[in-house]
């Protein structure tokens, strides 16, 4: 079988920050697994945001609006039809990751990571959905008119594959180094002609998943890689070298997805004390007003800076479409939610009062702690040596 990428040997600080994620990870996962109300509204938004920064990094850009409209199977508010396609080719993989990634004895081999690929991609069969490549591949800067990367010859990539698929068996070691070494494996094999970038962060994930700590909608980093896409580029640069170089050190790549992991961490820790301040307003205001319990999810959507339609509201709240205009209708009427546009295509924010609280709310947050202070800095100079990516 043909060799891969190894995982490099851990150093004192690199301990130290993976147990640090771990503390943050058992907090989170002993509050999420308590029966509350808004742990599904969060659950929702963190799926939201992991599909569209999973697809920004490929192009593929879509409004807050419209990844929480892939979660929730619903139509697109402004998104063209082949880049709706590209989202909801991803939201199916993903919620098959997110499903079948946890159940006890799931093992993943080289059938579940050609069906994931075909999830993706079944609506273009153009782009052999499934299928391994069969010609060379690479990587082009459009920006700087050069080649930056090219994928092993693509004879290699049935024995490459078959020796990752070998080694996702192999459960030693830290789960979150291990999801990271098969989502740098994956994206330098590059098997497919289409999707390898989102097929190695969708991976990812599903190796976690398997960790079966922290649901593996919440242990992804793909909304945090999808808000640092240069970095994320510039990792890759510097450890690929710009060609399958398996014999290449693998330490920045490892350290900047455990810096991912930690700062991850802390964004999820700190969105889920603000639900908790959020769902203590949103109490006061239901009882405050007499409104029924159900609004609350839809007080709570506006207070994420999403947008509230009636269809939704309807689906969610199990209610007759009246019903759900006249508590929509009400919670303008207080000043709480704003109507926009007519008839079919009337959609809610959050008004001027829950405008304020979402404002008080970001003043207060604390910045996030860099684990690695110089790491991206050691990246970014490592990536624009010559020859590199």
Same mark, same amino acid.
């Given at each position: 079988?043909?060799?891969?990428?190894?995982?490099?040997?851990?150093?004192?600080?690199?301990?130290?920050?993976?147990?640090?994620?771990?503390?943050? !990870? $058992?907090?989170?996962?002993?509050?999420?697994?308590?029966?509350?109300?808004?742990?599904?509204?969060?659950?929702?938004?963190?799926? =939201?945001?992991?599909?569209?920064?999973?697809?920004?990094?490929?192009?593929?850009?879509?409004?807050?609006?419209?990844?929480?409209?892939?979660?929730?199977?619903?139509?697109?508010?402004?998104?063209?039809?082949?880049?709706?396609?590209?989202?909801?080719?991803?939201? !199916?993989?993903?919620?098959? &990751?997110?499903?079948?990634?946890? +159940?006890? %004895?799931?093992?993943?081999?080289?059938?579940?990571?050609?069906?994931?690929?075909?999830?993706?991609?079944?609506?273009?069969?153009?782009?052999?959905?499934?299928?391994?490549?069969?010609?060379?591949?690479?990587?082009?800067?459009?920006?700087?008119?050069?080649?930056?990367? +090219? %994928?092993? $010859?693509?004879?290699?990539?049935?024995?490459?594959?078959?020796?990752?698929?070998?080694?996702?068996?192999?459960?030693? %070691?830290?789960?979150? &180094?291990?999801?990271?070494? =098969?989502?740098?494996?994956?994206?330098?094999?590059?098997?497919?002609?289409?999707?390898?970038?989102?097929? =190695?962060?969708?991976?990812?994930?599903? &190796?976690?998943?398997?960790?079966? &700590?922290?649901?593996?909608?919440?242990?992804?980093?793909?909304?945090?890689?999808?808000?640092?896409?240069?970095?994320?580029?510039?990792?890759?640069?510097?450890?690929?070298?710009?060609?399958?170089?398996?014999?290449?050190?693998?330490?920045?790549?490892?350290?900047?997805?455990?810096?991912?992991?930690?700062?991850?961490?802390?964004?999820?820790?700190?969105?889920?004390? +603000?639900?908790?301040?959020?769902?203590?307003?949103?109490?006061?205001?239901?009882?405050?007003?007499?409104?029924?319990?159900?609004?609350?999810?839809?007080?709570?959507?506006?207070?994420?800076?999403?947008?509230?339609?009636?269809?939704?509201?309807?689906?969610?709240?199990?209610?007759?479409?009246?019903?759900?205009? !006249?508590?929509?209708?009400?919670?303008?009427?207080?000043?709480?939610?704003?109507?926009?546009?007519?008839?079919?295509?009337?959609?809610?924010?959050?008004?001027?009062?829950?405008?304020?609280?979402?404002?008080?709310?970001?003043?207060?947050?604390?910045?996030?702690?860099?684990?690695?202070? %110089?790491?991206?800095?050691?990246?970014?100079?490592?990536?624009?040596?010559?020859?590199?990516?």
């Amino acid at each position: 079988m043909g060799q891969l990428f190894e995982t490099p040997k851990l150093a004192a600080d690199d301990l130290v920050v993976i147990d640090e994620i771990h503390s943050i !990870r $058992d907090q989170l996962a002993a509050v999420l697994r308590a029966p509350k109300r808004w742990t599904g509204g969060l659950r929702r938004t963190s799926q =939201a945001r992991a599909i569209q920064g999973s697809n920004s990094i490929e192009g593929y850009t879509v409004t807050d609006q419209d990844a929480a409209a892939a979660v929730e199977d619903e139509p697109p508010l402004s998104a063209d039809d082949p880049t709706w396609a590209e989202i909801r080719g991803y939201r !199916r993989m993903l919620t098959y &990751v997110v499903n079948v990634g946890a +159940e006890p %004895g799931f093992e993943i081999d080289e059938s579940s990571i050609r069906s994931m690929h075909f999830m993706l991609l079944e609506h273009d069969l153009s782009k052999s959905p499934g299928r391994y490549r069969t010609g060379s591949i690479y990587i082009h800067d459009d920006a700087g008119g050069r080649t930056v990367y +090219e %994928g092993p $010859d693509p004879t290699a990539v049935p024995d490459l594959m078959q020796s990752l698929a070998s080694s996702l068996s192999n459960r030693d %070691g830290d789960a979150i &180094v291990r999801a990271a070494m =098969a989502h740098l494996n994956l994206v330098m094999i590059h098997p497919f002609r289409d999707g390898n970038g989102r097929m =190695a962060r969708a991976l990812q994930t599903l &190796v976690l998943a398997q960790d079966q &700590v922290l649901e593996p909608t919440f242990s992804s980093i793909e909304e945090w890689l999808g808000h640092n896409t240069q970095h994320y580029y510039n990792v890759l640069a510097a450890t690929g070298g710009g060609a399958w170089h398996p014999d290449r050190g693998a330490r920045l790549w490892v350290k900047f997805n455990l810096r991912a992991h930690h700062m991850q961490a802390q964004t999820l820790r700190r969105r889920v004390a +603000e639900a908790q301040s959020q769902w203590e307003l949103i109490d006061s205001l239901i009882s405050q007003h007499g409104l029924p319990e159900r609004a609350g999810d839809a007080i709570f959507d506006a207070l994420l800076g999403l947008r509230v339609n009636r269809p939704s509201y309807v689906k969610r709240s199990e209610v007759e479409d009246r019903t759900a205009t !006249r508590d929509l209708t009400r919670l303008v009427e207080l000043g709480l939610l704003e109507r926009h546009r007519q008839t079919r295509a009337r959609y809610y924010t959050a008004g001027g009062a829950l405008r304020e609280q979402m404002k008080r709310l970001r003043e207060q947050r604390e910045a996030l702690k860099d684990p690695y202070p %110089g790491l991206i800095s050691e990246i970014t100079v490592e990536a624009t040596q010559p020859g590199f990516w």
